[in-house]
């Protein structure tokens, strides 16, 4: 197998301490930058010549995994990306674009920044939070929200809680000097993510209609300018690195991991968006992944023109900076911008206010050619076109094999798990497990409220709910993925993920609306890590067909895979954007009043498949995926919105991970009340109780509202049934006591705050 | 009265305090930019708020830095003419740096940054931001930041207690004020305090994010209400002087 990883360091090293003149290009030389031979072949086709060293640094960070998408572009053009609100196609801008009415629109996109959190948690963060706002306000949109997604290995290994430590501090160092508050997330732990653990993190914005900025250039003679941080030698190959699996010397790659200024970045923000106000721009795009080298290539190739830039002019931090470093450098907090000319001063007076760099460094010019000059030299001559997605960049499909323990997973029998006697013990059991328990002692290190939009810090839902001032509306997100259930079926288990997230949205009382998503796999390369990202790309695309969510964008990360632990899970984490067009549509989990009735709506199944019950429990890792069918999830999903819409329910949460008890347990501890249900002899108690069988919501009814209810639901042809009532402060199940909601409430609150505090 | 809010690099509560005091409160607002060197048009019972955030990142201890922004000699000085000064977070922060606020404000007791709602409590009603507070009630007001373990030593803290310069307490729902009630470490529980003459304000807990029903807290309004009240009273004692 042919891995595109640097065949060993010293060479690397040696190379990167040469200039661009003294190093003779070869094959190997390539080899060592991560390239194939057939790319390098088809770079000299290309230039009509073999490269200098400068050209082919430049090739192999645009054409790495990170930047080209090359060995997955294909199969994720085969997702649906239309839908009549989308205002930009999916990949052409640096994030997705929703008409969210009152002439407004959302920009919002997730991205990973899994290889750098692995090896420096703190900064690998922060720079993933950093880099996804910038994707945003790139775009011109004011970031109003934060997401993320985080996954890890077991919670009580000395490594886990440094790493979680690490980027939890990371993010919330970030975000909350930027000033953006962090609405919602997840945290998932197992052991297949000990080593590589994953970090994507979502932002989403507002902009006018109209006021959006796109990353193109054009127009001869217009000048190119670069603002906001000065350039240093962090993160160079930064992409390239990203593109490789995380191997015993990785450690040895922190020059590739950026370093993380959110004071910079929040006065780039305040700046950029002035100056949409001036109409000087062209277009603009953020320096993330190969910094000046994918800014300047992306723009002009969208705009179908070239560039002259005059590297001597950047703003350096260090001395003796080579070419090829200030082109690869992936120094954060920077921005390229294309102005009309004739408005350079007016950029300048705007930069000069907030203390910022911004200078000129090069112009648009006719044609295709991208030409980078050194103090009058040049040092690299290429046609943007052959170097981005979707132009030059080579595509390829990897060869795809169903893995042997696919069919090994399907042979599970629930009969051979014997069914617990103490159903409460193992209810306490399960309501401590970090997957199961509050992430209270994350997200309180996390500011969620300040630029004063969270409405869900007083009233709790599914998903998180963020108003739009100076309206009624409101949008609601969420970032989902149960990557257990996705290695058990990797179509099923992303279907349930976009499944799961629009059940979030309904159950907030919002309409869902479209997705971005962030793939994290491993090796695609390994046939049988190929053929859970084909399945779960046809997974996802169903789903989102069925809920009409097409997919704005995201980003996908390979090469998640240790050499230790092998490919972490396959995880497709989907984040989802949801309208609730008034405020008075909103809905909220908590229970509301004593005597109310308790309702599951969607079928109970004899199914512990792939549950945290199962995985963590009764320790049976593999098992097929949960119930799950899609007809059933959209029925459910339509009657619950139906409900809301008629003002019948008080209250409606999905069963999700920890099944229907943690479902219930969740609302009574957010409404300081407790509940009295019966379980069905038909099925196994456990099955019942803690079984993750997909479509189900628990929603709760005032007795006068009963009857109207169930005409609703019988209208809607959905299985249902009463469970019992919500109780002032006791949790009963089948008539036996199970204790006051406050000792539940210390048990589920606390657990993840205690093991970490020791 | 009217109200001013400077905005210093990296100022993030600044548009929150603005939309409330606009929006909420319909009152006029002048927004001023930390680079200016004085503030014209603003008489003493005028208003001016340092909002919360990371002033120049915070790298340094908070505050520390965005006292020597131009503005502040202006702000100072309109402190020593009277004018009331209402800092909050990081604005506290600041005042504390620039002298304006006896004590400093230390890393959170367990070293972590912490965003929650907590309650506080009035300790009396003889400042213009706590006139019209109900002294039983434990006011519902979220705060968010990993410097707001307040310090000063015991003679003053002494001397702060008699003259009434503390103005909140952090308490349990029931308006206790105890251990468990204390989020950062800070010293008695302080969250807010005001100097000796009560024109200068101080808090970590922001108001200013509970203000509108939509938001389900509006517990915060109150502060800025019994603020624009008071003012309002010396206003009208200045006219009864012009008057007479």
Not at chain 1, 342 to 347: A, Q, T
Not at chain 1, 493 to 519: D, K, M, Q
Request: charged content about 20%; overall charge negative; some cysteine.
């Amino acid at each position: 197998m042919l891995l595109p990883t640097f065949a060993d360091e010293k060479s690397f090293n040696y190379l990167m301490s040469t200039t661009t003149t003294e190093v003779v290009v070869t094959f190997e030389t390539a080899k060592q930058l991560g390239l194939l031979e057939d790319e390098f072949e088809k770079i000299k086709k290309v230039l009509g010549r073999t490269p200098n060293f400068t050209e082919l640094s430049i090739y192999s960070v645009m054409w790495s995994e990170h930047c080209s998408y090359k060995n997955s572009i294909k199969l994720l053009k085969t997702l649906p990306r239309e839908g009549d609100k989308l205002l930009a196609k999916a990949g052409e801008e640096n994030a997705g674009l929703v008409d969210i009415g009152n002439g407004l629109a959302c920009a919002f996109k997730i991205e990973s920044h899994n290889h750098p959190s692995a090896i420096e948690p703190y900064q690998g963060a922060a720079t993933g939070v950093g880099g996804i706002h910038r994707d945003i306000f790139t775009m011109g949109a004011r970031p109003i929200a934060a997401l993320n997604s985080l996954r890890f290995g077991k919670l009580n290994e000395e490594k886990t809680k440094h790493l979680l430590r690490g980027v939890v501090k990371g993010i919330g160092d970030y975000g909350n000097a930027f000033g953006v508050p962090t609405v919602g997330g997840e945290v998932f732990f197992d052991e297949c993510y000990s080593t590589n653990p994953l970090v994507n993190a979502f932002s989403a914005g507002i902009v006018e209609v109209g006021k959006n900025v796109s990353a193109t250039s054009y127009g001869a003679g217009n000048p190119v300018f670069i603002v906001g941080s000065a350039t240093g030698k962090d993160g160079i190959h930064g992409a390239t690195f990203a593109s490789a699996d995380i191997t015993e010397d990785s450690a040895e790659k922190l020059p590739s991991v950026q370093v993380g200024d959110p004071f910079q970045e929040k006065l780039l923000l305040e700046a950029s968006l002035e100056i949409i106000e001036t109409g000087a721009l062209i277009g603009m795009q953020d320096m993330g992944a190969a910094g000046i080298i994918c800014s300047t290539s992306e723009m002009s190739a969208k705009g179908n023109s070239g560039m002259k830039i005059y590297l001597e002019k950047v703003p350096l931090r260090q001395q003796n900076m080579k070419a090829f470093e200030i082109l690869l450098s992936e120094s954060q907090e920077r921005m390229l911008l294309v102005v009309k000319k004739g408005m350079e001063d007016k950029i300048q007076e705007i930069f000069d206010k907030w203390d910022l760099n911004c200078v000129c460094i090069g112009e648009v010019t006719d044609g295709d050619r991208l030409q980078y000059y050194m103090y009058d030299e040049l040092v690299a001559d290429v046609p943007a076109e052959s170097l981005v997605l979707g132009g030059g960049a080579p595509i390829y499909t990897r060869e795809s094999r169903e893995p042997k323990y696919f069919s090994s997973a399907k042979q599970f029998n629930i009969n051979n798990i014997s069914e617990p006697n103490d159903i409460r013990a193992v209810a306490e059991q399960l309501v401590q497990l970090p997957n199961i328990a509050s992430k209270k002692w994350v997200y309180e290190q996390y500011d969620s409220m300040v630029g004063i939009n969270n409405s869900s810090t007083n009233a709790p839902s599914d998903a998180a709910v963020v108003r739009i001032k100076n309206s009624n509306a409101a949008l609601a997100f969420k970032v989902d993925c149960n990557a257990r259930y996705v290695y058990c079926d990797p179509y099923k288990g992303a279907a349930i993920a976009v499944a799961e997230a629009a059940r979030n949205i309904v159950c907030s009382g919002g309409e869902p609306s479209a997705i971005t998503n962030c793939l994290n796999f491993g090796n695609p390369y390994n046939p049988e890590v190929y053929w859970q990202f084909e399945n779960a790309i046809k997974g996802m695309g169903d789903a989102c067909l069925a809920f009409s969510t097409p997919v704005t964008g995201g980003n996908v990360s390979f090469y998640n895979q240790s050499s230790d632990d092998g490919p972490v899970f396959p995880t497709p984490t989907i984040g989802m954007l949801g309208l609730i067009d008034h405020m008075k549509y909103r809905m909220t989990l908590n229970f509301k009043n004593e005597g109310d009735y308790i309702y599951l709506i969607g079928e109970t199944q004899n199914d512990i498949n792939a549950s945290e019950y199962l995985a963590n429990i009764c320790g049976v890792k593999l098992s097929p995926a949960p119930h799950f069918n899609l007809d059933e999830e959209v029925g459910v999903q339509k009657a619950v919105k139906d409900l809301i819409r008629k003002k019948l329910i008080n209250s409606a949460h999905d069963c999700s991970d920890g099944g229907l008890f943690v479902a219930l347990l969740e609302s009574a501890i957010a409404g300081n009340n407790g509940f009295d249900i019966s379980t069905d002899d038909f099925f196994r108690k456990d099955a019942f109780l803690f079984g993750e069988a997909q479509g189900r919501i628990v929603v709760t009814v005032a007795e006068e509202l009963q009857d109207e209810l169930i005409k609703t639901l019988a209208e809607h042809e959905v299985d249902f049934s009463m469970l019992g009532e919500v109780t002032d402060n006791d949790l009963y199940i089948d008539g036996e006591k199970f204790g006051a909601v406050s000792y539940w409430k210390d048990l589920y609150e606390n657990a993840i705050g205690r093991e970490m505090e020791y | 009265m009217k109200f001013g809010v400077v905005i210093f690099p990296g100022s993030n509560c600044d548009h929150d305090v603005i939309h409330v005091l606009e929006t909420v409160l319909q009152q006029e607002v002048k927004i001023l930019w930390h680079k200016d060197k004085e503030l014209k048009g603003f008489e003493p019972q005028d208003c001016i708020i340092l909002p919360g955030g990371f002033s120049y990142g915070d790298y340094l201890r908070s505050g520390a830095i965005a006292r020597f922004s131009p503005i502040m000699d202006a702000v100072i000085s309109f402190a020593n003419s009277g004018g009331f000064v209402l800092g909050i977070c990081n604005g506290f922060q600041i005042l504390c740096e620039a002298g304006l606020l006896p004590g400093v404000l230390m890393r959170n007791g367990n070293r972590n940054f912490v965003c929650k709602n907590v309650f506080i409590k009035p300790s009396h009603n003889d400042s213009a931001i706590t006139a019209d507070l109900d002294l039983n009630k434990a006011y519902k007001i979220p705060i968010a930041h990993a410097e707001g373990n307040y310090y000063v030593d015991a003679k003053q803290l002494s001397r702060m207690n008699e003259n009434g310069q503390i103005l909140f307490r952090y308490c349990d729902e029931n308006s206790n004020v105890n251990d468990v009630a204390n989020p950062n470490g800070t010293l008695e529980n302080i969250a807010g305090i005001t100097n000796a003459r009560k024109n200068v304000f101080g808090m970590m807990p922001h108001p200013e994010r509970a203000t509108e029903s939509v938001l389900g807290n509006v517990d915060g309004i109150e502060f800025f209400r019994s603020l624009i009240s008071y003012a309002g009273k010396i206003e009208i004692d200045v006219m009864d002087d012009l008057l007479r």
